[in-house]
């Protein structure tokens, strides 16, 4: 007997420690589920988070077995899929319909729908977060949370989150946003459509010679509508940065391939500027420069570069004293080694001043003043006559400049009261602005102008009265207005768009015309007219 009991309590350990071992594995599950819970519900919207979270707490301040349970069956799931198991901690769900796969776009979309107030987020706490415990679902949520920056996605937040809970959950969103790419706002088009011909627009025929409007056929990653933006050609590809629709501005960079059509969105990285409107973007080599802008009452001058072999962003250092105000709506040229701004807007007055900003080296740069904010005069010089060096064009904002050898054309523009016709010429080396006379004028602000051999190609802009879908050449040889007529199906009358000319078009992208922001692009072919450059040679002669 005796021998026997050491036998006996031996065997009662052996099954103390095996009941110990089931129930650290029972609690050790329990608990990794516990803790593995909270970080899938996290990526989901804020409120819903925190709606879910207080839904799944009882009175007591404990956390529901509803919960428990639908955590312990997804981390048995993805650990083992044992029903045995499963069946040991809690009793098997009811029937769930099966979900029907949506697409990317779509499951964004029932997501706003569920945000603003589906009364199937009631259950979302008895169903541990509805499907936020599958982690599947919960990466497809993710991309909602980086297009609250969009325009689509701010519209459903302002409609379904109060205010305090938008500033919650945008103060959660910034380092999301930092650290993750920016995604599509809509579906992915893989090839341009096809043109229906039984909805096609019933455009005449037009000469070889003859100049033509055409919408480009774009496919790749979707664009928002945007004006106010910058377009920049390096070799092949086209820049669009920033801008603004009618509620928001932006920040981020879309790359349109000139000879395709397809646009893409590349993954940028570093010290990137905020969303910015009405700045300027210079190529030089490589980078991209950019400078002042703003938003709403903010100005700025802010010089940043971008990058485009790696799209890294980074903010140069700026040396020296001299540091022009902030402003936008102005112009900036580059001529040799340096980028000469000239004009815009601080708020408060309309500017005319030229600053130059010397980037030959990238990661240190310096400005200069040019030439000061003296007292303005018209083209004829009528005013400060006697002190010719001292005559200069008004201040302005919304204008063009186009670099022509040593020369700076400057055409039209605003003050915020008139809108100019007047073009000026500021010789660099001489340091001296000249204004020309030119016999019938044409007011425009907003506008673009693209040099094409001897030729400024004025599209679009605002006339003081209207927005325009006119194409105005100024040849800089006679310095006179030569219009042309131009086939094909026009687009709209728009300003704030951007123009570039690529393989004997020009292709234009955005704009404004008083009421709908467009995310179009469209391609006018030069025919004939590109090679105005037979006059390849020419002076400036005012």
């Given at each position: ?5 050491p036998?006996?309590?031996?065997t ?6 095996r ?18 819970a909270?970080?899938?519900?996290s990526?989901?919207?804020g ?8 839904q799944?707490?009882?009175s ?11 955590a312990?069956?997804s ?7 044992s029903?045995t198991a ?15 796969p ?10 706003v ?10 259950n979302?706490?008895?169903?541990g ?6 982690g ?22 302002s409609?379904a ?9 945008a103060?959660?969103?910034k ?22 011909p039984?909805?096609a627009a ?5 000469p070889?010679?003859?100049m033509?409007w ?6 790749g990653?979707?664009?928002k ?11 092949n590809?086209?820049?669009?940065f920033?801008?603004?629709d009618s509620r ?5 960079v879309s790359v ?9 969105t590349?993954?940028?990285?570093g ?11 210079t190529a030089v ?10 938003d709403?009452p903010?100005?700025?001058n802010d010089?940043y ?16 004293d001299q540091?022009?105000?902030?402003r936008?709506?102005h112009?900036?040229?580059l001529y040799?080694s ?6 815009g807007?601080?708020g408060?007055r309309?500017?005319?001043?030229i ?7 990238m990661?240190?740069?310096s400005?200069?003043l040019?030439s000061g904010?003296?007292k ?13 060096e ?10 063009t ?11 039209g ?11 000026w ?13 030119i ?11 693209t ?15 209207d927005?325009?879908d006119?194409?105005?050449l ?5 310095m006179?207005?030569?219009?042309r ?19 004997s078009r020009?292709?234009?992208i955005?704009?404004?015309d008083g009421?709908e ?6 391609v006018?072919e030069?025919?004939?007219?590109a090679y ?11």
């Amino acid at each position: 007997m005796s021998e026997s009991r050491p036998h006996a309590s031996s065997t009662s350990r052996s099954r103390t420690v095996r009941s110990q071992k089931i129930a650290d594995s029972e609690s050790s599950i329990r608990s990794e589920a516990a803790d593995r819970a909270p970080p899938l519900r996290s990526h989901t919207p804020g409120h819903l988070a925190s709606k879910s979270q207080s839904q799944s707490h009882s009175s007591s301040g404990a956390p529901s077995s509803s919960s428990r349970r639908k955590a312990s069956e997804s981390s048995i799931r993805q650990r083992s899929q044992s029903v045995t198991a499963k069946s040991a901690y809690a009793p098997p769900p009811p029937p769930q319909p099966t979900p029907t796969p949506m697409p990317p776009a779509a499951a964004a979309s029932f997501t706003v729908v569920r945000r603003n107030g589906d009364p199937q987020n009631q259950n979302d706490s008895q169903a541990g977060g509805g499907s936020s415990t599958d982690g599947r679902d919960s990466d497809s949520r993710r991309p909602l949370v980086m297009r609250s920056t969009s325009a689509i996605a701010s519209k459903a937040s302002s409609l379904a989150i109060p205010s305090s809970t938008a500033a919650a959950a945008a103060a959660s969103r910034k380092p999301t946003a930092a650290a993750a790419p920016r995604q599509p706002r809509a579906v992915y088009t893989p090839f341009p459509p096809l043109q229906d011909p039984a909805t096609a627009a019933d455009v005449p025929a037009a000469p070889s010679s003859g100049m033509y409007w055409s919408r480009a056929p774009v496919s790749g990653a979707p664009q928002k509508p945007v004006r106010a933006h910058t377009t920049t050609l390096i070799g092949n590809n086209l820049y669009v940065f920033g801008g603004c629709d009618s509620r928001t501005c932006f920040n981020d960079v879309s790359v349109l391939d000139a000879d395709a059509f397809h646009w893409s969105t590349p993954r940028v990285t570093g010290d990137a500027p905020i969303a910015l409107r009405a700045m300027t973007c210079t190529a030089v080599g490589k980078k991209l420069i950019i400078f002042g802008g703003g938003d709403g009452p903010a100005y700025y001058n802010d010089v940043y570069v971008l990058d485009t072999v790696n799209f890294r962003w980074h903010k140069p250092r700026i040396v020296g004293d001299q540091v022009p105000s902030a402003r936008r709506a102005h112009t900036a040229c580059l001529y040799k080694s340096g980028i000469y701004v000239f004009g815009g807007g601080d708020g408060v007055r309309a500017l005319n001043d030229i600053w130059r900003l010397d980037v030959s080296d990238m990661s240190k740069m310096s400005w200069r003043l040019v030439s000061g904010s003296n007292k303005s005069t018209s083209a004829s010089g009528s005013k400060n006559s006697s002190s010719t060096e001292l005559a200069r064009p008004h201040a302005r904002g919304y204008h063009t400049a186009n670099i022509v050898g040593s020369k700076l054309i400057v055409y039209g523009g605003s003050d915020g009261g008139e809108c100019f016709n007047d073009v000026w010429v500021y010789d660099i080396e001489a340091q001296v602005w000249k204004g020309v006379q030119i016999p019938v004028p044409f007011p425009r602000l907003s506008h673009t102008s693209t040099l094409v051999g001897s030729y400024l190609f004025i599209i679009g802009g605002h006339d003081g009265d209207d927005y325009s879908d006119d194409v105005l050449l100024l040849n800089l040889v006679t310095m006179s207005w030569d219009k042309r007529r131009v086939y094909g199906l026009p687009p709209t009358g728009r300003g704030y768009h951007g123009t570039v000319l690529h393989d004997s078009r020009l292709l234009m992208i955005g704009g404004f015309d008083g009421t709908e922001v467009f995310g179009d692009v469209w391609v006018l072919e030069l025919a004939v007219h590109a090679y105005y450059s037979q006059i390849s040679h020419f002076t400036i002669e005012v």
